[in-house]
T-cell receptor, first 111, second 114 residues
């Protein structure tokens, strides 16, 4: 069965700090991987996605993620966070007709 | 604005009651997905429809049912409500299946069961 595990439930950072959010998945076939973000009071929106090709994927707002097949991981990174990055971040794996989400990581960035 | 519309935004009801949540997908999207988001369970996939047909089922309770109509809007029916059904219910849509593209989410319907 598909599953997604996010290692950190809550992360608190100061502005300009670097960010890395862990995500591991299990799935028995070819996967498509996603990171979604949910800003306070808003709907989920796509940050970035990986289908194939270059395992380093760049998304919006300076985020990137690296797919490491041998580790079943798809970690999200950002070199320097801003206060406006305060949000909840969800890793997701797409299989046949399903998008399965991890439990989410709440990120709080302090000025 | 994602283009996905959900109504109502907020709903308060009592245990044992039945409610219907409505979703209008983005123009042109044939797939509709329903998710339940609660504090203890995270974002749980409930069910997916594609062009009127059920395509995938997740952790959807037997008390819950859904359908997608010919105009592609979808409804999620929740019956015999329990306190634990209090959650944010999201609808999402996509052009094809979940594995091939991005899902566009509505703003959710917040259900409170008292």
């Amino acid at each position: 069965a598909q599953s997604v595990s996010q290692h950190n439930h809550h992360v608190i950072l100061s502005e300009a700090a670097s960010l890395e959010l862990g995500c591991n998945y299990s799935y028995g076939g070819t996967v498509n991987l996603f990171w979604y973000v949910q800003y306070p009071g808003q709907h989920l929106q796509l940050l970035l996605k990986y289908f194939s090709g270059d395992p380093l994927v760049k998304g919006i707002k300076g985020f990137e993620a690296e797919f490491i097949k041998s580790k079943f991981s798809f970690n999200l990174r950002k070199p320097s966070v801003q206060w406006s990055d305060t949000a909840e971040y969800f890793c997701a794996v797409g299989g046949y007709n399903k998008l399965i989400f991890g439990a989410g990581t709440r990120l709080a960035v302090h000025p | 604005d994602s283009g996905v519309t959900q109504t109502p935004k907020h709903l308060i009801t009592a245990t044992g009651q039945r409610v219907t949540l409505r979703c209008s997908p983005r123009s042109g999207d044939l797939s509709v997905y329903w998710y339940q988001q609660s504090l203890d369970q995270g974002l749980q996939f409930l069910i997916q429809y594609y062009n009127g047909e059920e395509r995938a089922k997740g952790n959807i309770l037997e008390r819950f049912s859904a359908q997608q109509f010919p105009d592609l809007h979808s409804e999620l029916n929740l019956s015999s409500l329990e306190l634990g059904d209090s959650a944010l219910y999201f609808c999402a849509s996509s052009e094809g299946g979940a594995n091939t593209g991005e899902l566009f989410f509505g703003e959710g319907s917040r259900l409170t069961v008292l």
